[in-house]
């Protein structure tokens, strides 16, 4: 059957909007085909003088049709520089102009003509830079341009036959990285081949001065964890990434670009030596879930268990409890490990085991474990859901209670909130053959809250009372 209503009558109209387009637009093509040259250049001419971002836009195209890089340098210069600061709505008209045309550029790169284009982009960048630092971006429009850019000098200097000058790409990178920018960096391995053995040696002496002056400076930092990757340096890697391991998200990120080098066994090792030295495991540091991982990925199921294990005794919640079922289930065990853990969870957090035994769709044992407990509405409101479809007479009680706890409150989104629970009840009434027992508690409700007008027309509005 066909949808109806507003939406559809408003699809329909957007749709028949579009072929209106359509068949306009082919109307006009047919136009413009009497005229001749002459004629479109002129129409074209007078548009763009109305319209500057149609001018960039035909400049942009005849540049790239004649492969004029004169022209092309001017829409970088121009699109590219900003005078003074730049406020939200303006930022964003920059992005999107200078978008325009670092598209024109990289159509450079894919013609092979990467030589031709490195000079642009890296302009691009260079001014773009000295905007960033006087615009508002919280957007983040020119932060995305700028990583574009980026992405687009790595793949131009590659591509750039013949080879890019080593050393003057050393120095641009040295003074990108380097010279005071702190919100963009750059990944040296993008660059090992353009840069090659005497490339690299420049910038690796470079980072060299800048760590012996300011070892603390995020940027040198980042350059030289760059090195130490690029090279598998994991005595580098331990220096610069762990620092002085004082905090466990320290120790979390080492593991993690040791193993991003494939250096798994000392990965592990300083994942370890975290764990040990942060048995928490702080939120961000990572480290149970790094080792269990790289157990799992290297065989070791009843490591991974353990660690597991272990987290759920040390802080037994449902989290942890659904970690060490994932990880048991993955070392083809959670047979024998699931009353072990659940009674860790009746134990210490009760209202957590009713909350997983749900999670495993025990309805039975979780109303039965529920009724020796306190639990939150929330749960209540799961477990009679559940309840609910094979026992319906039994969730009814909680369902009346949580309509009663819910009207404590005053509001019109309470009232909705207990008119749609009411409407719940009403149809699990129906499955139980206790019809006028909900006819009997909607009117008894009604008497209760006489005094709330807005609730009395909630429920008249639903139909549940007159």
Known sequence: MPPSGPDHAGSAHAGSARDGYVHAGSALRERLDLLDREQLIELLVAAAERDPGLARRLTLVAAQADGDLAELRVSVHTAFTAAGYLDYWPAIRYAEAAAEVADAVACL??????????????????????????????????????????????????????????????????????????????????????????????????????????????????????????????????????????????????????????????????????????????????????????????????????????????????????????AAERAGCWDAEKAKALTVLAERHPEDHVRALLADNDVSRAWRAARRTQLSGHTWDELARKRATTHPADALPVLRRRIDEVLTANGRDTYRDAVRRLQALREICARCGRGSEFTDYVKELAERHRRRPSFLAELTDAGLHT
């Open 109 to 326: 790169v894919r013609d092979g003509r990467a030589g031709a284009a490195l000079p642009l982009v890296t302009t691009a960048i260079d001014l773009l830079l000295a905007t960033v630092g006087r615009a508002d971006d919280s957007a983040g429009v020119l932060g995305d341009l700028m990583r574009r850019l980026l992405r687009m000098h790595a793949e131009t200097c590659a591509a750039a036959d013949p080879p890019v000058d080593a050393l003057a790409l050393a120095r641009w990178l040295t003074e990108f990285q380097l010279g005071g920018q702190d919100w963009f960096t750059i990944d040296i391995a993008d660059y090992a081949h353009p840069l090659g053995t005497d490339g690299l040696a420049a910038y690796r002496v470079a980072v060299a001065r800048r760590w012996a002056k300011a070892p603390g400076d995020f940027q040198v930092r980042h350059a030289r964890e760059g090195l130490a990757r690029l090279d598998r340096d994991v005595p580098a890697l331990v220096e610069v990434v762990g620092g002085e391991l004082r905090y466990a998200a320290q120790y979390g990120r080492l593991a993690r670009a040791l193993a991003d080098i494939g250096e798994p066994v000392s990965a592990i090792e300083w994942a370890e030596r975290g764990l040990r030295a942060h048995p928490e495991d702080p939120p961000g540091a990572g480290l149970r879930d790094f080792l269990v991982e790289a157990y799992l990925g290297r065989g070791g199921g009843a490591d991974a268990v353990r660690l597991r294990r272990d987290g759920l005794t040390a802080a037994p919640n449902l989290h942890t409890y659904r970690a060490l079922r994932k």
